[in-house]
């Protein structure tokens, strides 16, 4: 199987060279390039608004909730209280994603 594993690291797109001594496949992997670190910058920031878009649709969802227990009967009051507090929530959580988004931008920059 040695040799069929190492043909397949050779023939994708990785850019990596592995070493078989026969009983383990050792790959180097490069020091990233610069390009690439930004390139991985690019990608969380991607992978960031997704979540932010996830944290955005669970508030959404949940005031749509709120609205129809307020035609169920809730009273206003509560659906506005309601609401505040998911606002803070959704404040905290995309603050949250802000504060790990600028550390791992800084982590990949770091060379």
Not at 28 to 38: D, F, M, N, S
Not at 46 to 62: F, I, L, M
Not at 84 to 89: D, F, H, T
Request: aromatic letters at 2%.
């Amino acid at each position: 199987m040695f040799r069929i594993i190492e043909k397949a690291i050779i023939d994708s797109d990785l850019g990596i060279m592995p070493e078989n001594n026969g009983e383990m496949i050792r790959i180097g992997i490069p020091p990233l390039t610069e390009e690439r670190r930004k390139q991985l910058s690019k990608q969380c920031k991607a992978e960031g608004e997704t979540a932010k878009v996830s944290v955005r649709n669970a508030r959404r969802d949940a005031i749509d909730a709120l609205k129809k227990a307020v035609k169920e009967g809730l009273a206003e009051d509560a659906q506005k209280g309601g609401e505040e507090k998911l606002q803070k929530v959704h404040d905290k959580y995309i603050k949250q994603i802000d504060d790990m988004l600028a550390a791992k931008e800084k982590e990949i920059m770091t060379v």
